[in-house]
């Protein structure tokens, strides 16, 4: 497996400040600030609409911010495409996969990246090695498959998932970005994939986690960057953040108070043989 290059102690892996992204008229992403640290999870929380996937495509080199700075390793940079971004040691993993069902799990561990021998006309894929370089890095994962040769169509969704983490892992991210890795699952699976996640920040990745979910947020989670609308609502570190407020805060907090005041339903009326009484005169209202 790939070691993580030494870092300057306190230097972000990746770190956006006042990042903005404009179509036209419409403000996709506006003043986003977050840091992402070798060894640490840092948690991207937002309702569908909040700016999660620009912000994603942004990291992942799909998309370039149009204000603010962009800096990895303290390098401030503008990553050109996605190939620009896994050069740099960025993966990002999203949320269809980009699997090929019908391939065995091997050849999807390799896809794009297939190592050859031989020369000339004699050059063909190296099979035997990508199946053993599978099932060794699956197994330094924790990820026990049965067969590598099976399609990846016949695996979980928590399975493909952990295949997909696993392959960034062996080929050098030092930062992995995992779109709602979660979304899909039941609670049992959520669970297999969080633990890959946690295995890939014990691995001395930086991990970058998009989530709607507060608990699966601070389970693992370093960092908390909260997204409303485009523009940031909050943020925090684990150690001054509860759940319980996370998930207020991802609710909707102040909002939230306001809308249930809204809502609480108004006193009954108090009545004298079944009339109503007036409150004001103390008696049955005409």
């Not at 102690?9 to 996709?28: M, R």
Request: net charge negative; charged share 20%.
């Amino acid at each position: 497996m790939s070691t993580v290059a030494e870092q300057t102690p306190g230097t972000p892996l990746v770190q956006l400040d006042g990042v903005s992204k404009f179509y036209g008229n419409i403000k996709a992403l506006e003043g986003v600030s977050l840091e992402v640290h070798a060894g640490e999870i840092t948690c991207v929380l937002g309702d569908n609409g909040a700016g999660k996937s620009t912000l994603i495509k942004i990291i992942a080199g799909l998309h370039q911010h149009d204000a603010g700075t962009f800096r990895i390793e303290g390098e401030e940079t503008t990553l050109v495409n996605p190939r620009d971004a896994l050069d740099r040691g960025i993966a990002t993993v999203f949320q269809d996969l980009a699997v090929v069902p019908l391939m065995p799990v091997w050849r999807n561990f390799f896809l794009g990246s297939e190592p050859t021998r031989g020369r000339g006309p004699f050059r063909r894929l190296d099979v035997a090695y990508m199946r053993e370089t599978t099932r060794a890095e699956l197994l330094r994962m924790g990820i026990d498959l049965r067969d590598v040769d099976q399609p990846i169509g016949t695996l979980s969704g928590g399975e493909r998932q952990c295949v997909a983490i696993a392959r960034a892992v062996h080929f050098g991210a030092k930062v992995l970005v995992l779109d709602e890795p979660t979304a899909a699952l039941g609670v049992k699976q959520s669970g297999v994939v969080l633990k890959y996640v946690a295995a890939a920040r014990d691995a001395g990745l930086g991990v970058v986690l998009i989530t709607h979910n507060p608990h699966h947020a601070h389970l693992v989670g370093d960092r908390f960057v909260l997204l409303k609308r485009g523009a940031m609502s909050g943020s925090s570190t684990k150690q001054d953040t509860t759940l319980d407020e996370l998930t207020r805060q991802m609710a909707g907090g102040s909002e939230l108070d306001e809308l249930s005041h809204e809502l609480e339903r108004a006193p009954a009326p108090a009545r004298v043989g079944g009339h109503p009484v007036d409150p004001a005169a103390g008696k049955p209202a005409p």
